[in-house]
């Protein structure tokens, strides 16, 4: 064998081998490839086969294996919407038609791969997130899914761009009275805009520490009330009122100054309370933050009256409705008001979810007007 037919044969080897490159590298860059690479990346729940084919509408869009997840969650639950984009994907290629499509996930065509052949992608329609109902105090971070990333805040209260999918979105609340979170799954889907609706009073009622303020508040006032009592009525003996609720008290010091002479002794003793959880809410209106909460209350009270023998019980097993407002200065719960009724039997019992406050060894506090001789009990 000669070398030029050598030579021929070589050329005609390294014409097919390139040849077979060019049909392969075609195949491989087809969109009918890109289609089934799509159906493949559903079907295995495998989002990083779709990582390189994504192309978001909105390049400010997070392209991740999070939000891809998202989107492939949506299809694998949806099984009507995941044929419609498959049937939309291969008439686009039965039509060799890449132009712009309603469809939420379609084939385009980016440029040239290799600088040969047609790039095809496939461009996912992107929505925003708009949350609703929130105070205008409330700060608000979203995050979606695993992914540590907020969401960017846009204007109008809007957070994205992100892809179509099913999102686990993760809201984070700052306000005056603390940091709240809440989860919801939401489905971004066929829509340019969803909305989520942020309830800060609900989260706040929610919150363990804030009901904890409230019951401190509530347990704090009934300590001082018996100090309040056996001290005169001295209004500076309630360190948790509203200014209101100490100017509304003061006529009962005068009261009491006309009435001290016919006592001798009061001795007055909080042994405790059981607060309705359930009761309890916490509501924002006109720039305030309040709360409302339910508690039946004990006290043993007894009075000595001049002149007269022994004691008289006045004990008191009242169901109290507390109003508290949340003082941004001093940054804690006071009592606004107060409404009290005879309970009902043992209705605290029916309470499902109720917190008992038990005053260990409660002290008796007493007040006896000056000159009377003390009386055993």
């Known amino acids: 064998m000669n070398k030029r037919r050598i030579f021929i044969l070589s050329a005609a080897v390294l014409i097919l081998a390139f040849g077979g490159l060019f049909f392969g590298l075609k195949q491989a860059a087809s969109p009918e490839k890109v289609v089934d690479t799509f159906k493949e990346a559903v079907q295995k729940d495998d989002p990083s086969m779709l990582q390189e084919l994504i192309v978001p509408d909105d390049k400010q869009a997070e392209l991740s294996r999070s939000s891809i997840q998202a989107m492939i969650s949506y299809l694998k639950e949806n099984a009507s919407s995941y044929e419609a984009i498959v049937e939309g994907l291969e008439q686009q290629v039965e039509e060799n038609d890449y132009a712009a499509s309603a469809q939420q996930i379609s084939l385009t065509e980016e440029g040239k791969k290799w600088g040969v052949f047609p790039d095809y992608k496939l461009k996912a329609k992107t929505a925003v997130i708009k949350l609703t109902g929130q105070n205008e105090t409330d700060t608000i971070s979203l995050t979606a899914g695993e992914s540590k990333r907020p969401i960017k805040q846009l204007e109008n209260e809007q957070y994205g761009p992100v892809l179509p999918g099913t999102y686990t979105l993760n809201v984070t609340v700052n306000n005056e009275l603390g940091t709240f979170k809440a989860e919801e799954k939401k489905e971004v889907w066929g829509s340019p805009e969803v909305s989520v609706v942020i309830n800060s009073s609900a989260l ?22 018996a100090v309040y009592q056996t001290s005169g009525y001295d209004k500076s003996k309630l360190t948790n009122v509203t200014n209101e609720i100490r100017e509304e008290t003061a006529f009962l010091q005068e009261s009491f100054t006309l009435l001290q002479d016919y006592l001798d002794e009061i001795h007055v003793q909080y042994t405790g309370a059981v607060i309705n959880l359930d009761d309890l809410g916490v509501h924002y209106f006109d ?7 339910t ?32 003082d941004k200065e001093e940054k804690k719960w006071l009592i606004d008001g107060m409404q009290e009724r005879e309970p009902v039997g043992s209705e605290e019992t029916y309470w499902e979810n109720k917190k008992e406050l038990k005053v260990e060894n409660p002290p008796v506090l007493k007040w006896q007007r000056e000159g009377a001789e003390g009386v055993k009990l």
């Open 204 to 225: 706040a009622s929610a919150d363990k520490g804030v009901q904890q303020a409230v019951i401190t508040a509530l347990d704090t006032l009934n300590r001082d009330l």
């Open 287 to 293: 720039g305030k933050w309040s709360a409302d909460a």
């Open 295 to 326: 508690a039946l209350v004990a006290f043993d009270n007894k009075l000595k009256y001049r002149d007269l023998q022994g004691f008289e019980d006045h004990s008191i097993r009242s169901l109290v409705t507390y109003s508290l407002f949340y």
